[in-house]
């Protein structure tokens, strides 16, 4: 089994590469942000109270995305491999990402990081705002709150993949292409 973790701020490009990666390397793609929308859209108990925290750029409680995590693979129980978008996003949520791999005799097999400014990100994401609907990307003061909430609840679970020895980081300015030839070089290594 191959499991991957894409990392980085919001706006880094975790989702636009998702879709190129895991059509290329047949993984399933497990987006947390992606699920919660569906649950918030299904107007689910779960979603409604996600939806406050999103909107006021918050994370959603461990809890929450851990529970909504191992329910997804009970329904994928026959999955080659993973790609992890926007999860872990705590070092809580990365130690209960091992537990349940090592659960299915598995474990991550590769942390690959996205770097980008926090000045492009903000336009990144304003610049979606305008087209998503997502009310998170319209007020530039949710985005820098969101740019907070990833300095000191997210950036730690770096150090905790570091340790393993399994992160690499890789510049997410440039064309969309070139940024996923750089990660794909890294996944061909790594496997
Ligand atoms: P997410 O859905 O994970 O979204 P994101 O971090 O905002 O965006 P991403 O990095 O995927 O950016 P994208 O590729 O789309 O999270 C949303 C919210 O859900 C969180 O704030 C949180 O509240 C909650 N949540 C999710 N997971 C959670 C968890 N595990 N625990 C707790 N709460 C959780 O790219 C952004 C834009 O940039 C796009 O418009 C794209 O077209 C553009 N772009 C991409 N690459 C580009 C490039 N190379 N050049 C120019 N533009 C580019």
Known sequence: MFNLVLFGPPGSGKGTQSDKLVAKYGLIHLSTGNLLRKEIADQTSLGMSAKSYIDSGKLVPDAVVIGMVDSFFDRHKGANGFLF????????????????????NTAISLVVALEVSEEELVKRLLHRGQTSGRSDDTDESVIRKRFAVYTNETSPVAAHYQQSGKFSSIAGEGSIDDIFTGICAQIDKAR
């Open 85 to 104: 978008d926007g999860f872990p996003r705590t070092v809580a949520q990365a130690e209960a990402l091992d537990e349940l791999l090592t659960n299915k």
